[in-house]
């Protein structure tokens, strides 16, 4: 039973444009929620989260977007570019519990094309 | 270095062998987790440890997997009679665990077993 799903194994943008990556869950005791980011051959690293009682948070050309009456985040690039051609993990967790370990969901592979 | 350092980075081994991974997380983190990624699927979390609390050992998938961490430093991820469907990256993590975390952790490069 998968409680965090992206549904979208693969993503092709055009450099310039934005890039929106989609995650949805089912676990209504998740709290938070982060973005990893994977090159080949290298371990994940942290992009960019969310608690829950916020509906946007952004850094720079990465905002993450989240709708927790849908169980829905979503994580926006723009613009995109080339080196942003990657494999993007959402991850949740429950954050009050006193510890936690994050849910990660399949990954979603961007290509970014000049 | 500063970071999570996994060995091997690539192991291959025949069916039915015991394989041993290392990881050593970032000095002074205090949780350590084990998650693999196999062919196709997202990050399946394994193991956490938390200083000398019990480990959280809900996702090891069978009694053939078993980890350690010893002087609540380095861990070791054991593998007994491996299988072919245990061939994956096995990712380790760590990080400090304190009022205000943000959930983030960090990764190693990971070790990448193949079983024949």
């Known amino acids: 039973d998968q409680q965090v799903k992206q549904n979208s194994p693969s993503l092709s943008v055009q450099e310039g444009r934005i890039s929106i990556l989609n995650c949805d869950y089912t676990?209504?005791?998740?709290?938070?929620f982060l973005w990893y980011k994977k090159y080949p051959a290298e371990g994940p690293t942290f992009l960019i989260s969310?608690?829950?009682?916020?509906d946007k948070n952004e850094d720079g050309r990465f905002t993450v977007f989240l709708n927790k009456s849908a169980k829905h985040l979503s994580l926006h690039i723009v613009p995109s570019q080339p080196g942003d051609s990657a494999v993007y993990f959402c991850?949740?967790?429950?954050?009050?519990?006193?510890?936690?370990?994050?849910?990660f969901g399949k990954g979603t592979m961007l290509l970014v094309s000049p | 270095g500063a970071g999570v350092s996994q060995s091997p980075s690539n192991k291959v081994t025949e069916k039915g062998k015991d394989v041993e991974l290392r990881c050593d997380p970032i000095?002074?983190?205090?949780?350590l987790y084990w998650y693999r990624q196999s062919l196709g699927q997202g990050l399946e979390f394994l193991i956490y440890?938390?200083?000398?609390?019990?480990?959280?050992k809900s996702g090891l998938p069978s009694d053939r997997f078993s980890a350690e961490r010893t002087g609540g430093s380095v861990s070791t991820l054991t593998i007994q009679r491996t299988q072919q469907e245990d061939s994956a990256v096995y990712l380790c993590?760590?990080?400090?665990?304190?009022?205000?975390?943000?959930?983030?952790?960090?990764f190693g490069e990971g070790s990448r077993l193949t079983v024949l």
């Open positions: 676990n209504s005791m998740f709290d938070y």
């Open positions: 969310i608690s829950s009682i916020k």
């Open positions: 991850a949740a967790s429950v954050m009050n519990s006193g510890y936690s370990t994050l849910t």
């Open positions: 440890f938390q200083g000398n609390s019990a480990p959280d």
């Open positions: 993590a760590s990080s400090l665990l304190a009022q205000g975390w943000t959930g983030e952790l960090f």
């Open positions: 000095s002074g983190h205090t949780a």
